[in-house]
């Protein structure tokens, strides 16, 4: 299986402040179609989790652009350029290049 | 709109059997995989298995394989999951979530909560 390790496990921000989590995988995730099967999901408290970005830099439908991901092969990063309230949770990335799919720990945020 | 609804709380003996339903509505039914999703309390998210509504294919976690069955009723475009010999640690938050034909899962339901007590 993949192992997906993300840092920090938490993070305390000042709003308006960035935020930036980073999420390794043990393997490439970079398919042979030329996708990078590497997604983040927000859990908001109490809620299922939604998807943020897909395929390491495309933001969902509807997802502020203050979210933006970057990476390649088996480094990944997902930045919130300033951190807003409503953007408490835990972050999930995910891989998806194989079964079984796998998440990383989770990355807390909350509000200083 | 695509909605998934799942059934309600349960709580179950320790070597009970747990079937959790996920209702679909705003797709068509056998187009998309249905996966789910285990969330222990206060943990991350652990992929389970996906069920194929058109044919009733399966797969699963190595990790619950031979306690887990995915199954799907295309006459009432609902999955369900059904967990066997429970334990406390199985004492968790159980999603559903589909692909829509993607590599991701969008949307999930809204999770039910089962809890294995003595």
């Known amino acids: 299986d993949i192992v997906m390790t993300q840092t920090p496990l938490s993070l305390s921000v000042t709003p308006g402040q960035p935020a930036s989590i980073s999420c390794k995988s043990s393997?490439?995730?970079?398919?042979?179609?030329?996708?990078?099967?590497l997604y983040w999901y927000l859990q908001k408290p109490g809620q299922s989790p939604q998807l943020l970005i897909y395929?390491?830099?495309n933001r969902f439908s509807g997802v502020p652009d203050r979210f933006s991901g970057s990476g390649s092969g088996t480094d990944f990063t997902l930045k919130i350029s300033r951190v807003e309230a409503e953007d408490v949770g835990v972050y999930y990335c995910?891989?998806?290049?194989?079964?079984?799919?796998?998440f990383g720990q989770g990355t807390k945020v909350e509000i200083k | 709109e695509v909605q998934l609804v799942q059934s309600g709380a349960e709580v179950k003996k320790p070597g009970a059997t747990v079937k959790i339903s996920c209702k679909v509505s705003?797709?068509?039914?056998?187009?998309?995989?249905m996966h789910w999703v285990q969330q222990a309390p206060g943990k991350g998210l652990e992929w389970m298995g996906l069920?194929?509504?058109?044919?009733?294919?399966?797969i699963y976690a190595e990790k619950f394989q031979g306690r887990v069955t995915i199954t799907a009723d295309t006459s009432t475009d609902t999955a369900y999951m059904e967990l066997s010999s429970l334990r406390s640690e199985d004492t968790a938050v159980y999603y559903c979530?589909?692909?829509?034909?993607?590599?991701?899962?969008?949307?999930w339901g809204q999770g039910t909560l089962v809890t294995v007590s003595s």
């Open positions: 979530a589909t692909d829509q034909g993607h590599s991701w899962f969008d949307p």
């Open positions: 069920v194929d509504p058109e044919d009733g294919e399966t």
């Open positions: 995910m891989q998806s290049i194989q079964l079984p799919r796998t």
């Open positions: 393997q490439s995730l970079l398919h042979s179609d030329g996708k990078t099967y």
């Open positions: 395929e390491v830099s």
């Open positions: 705003g797709y068509t039914f056998t187009d998309y995989y």
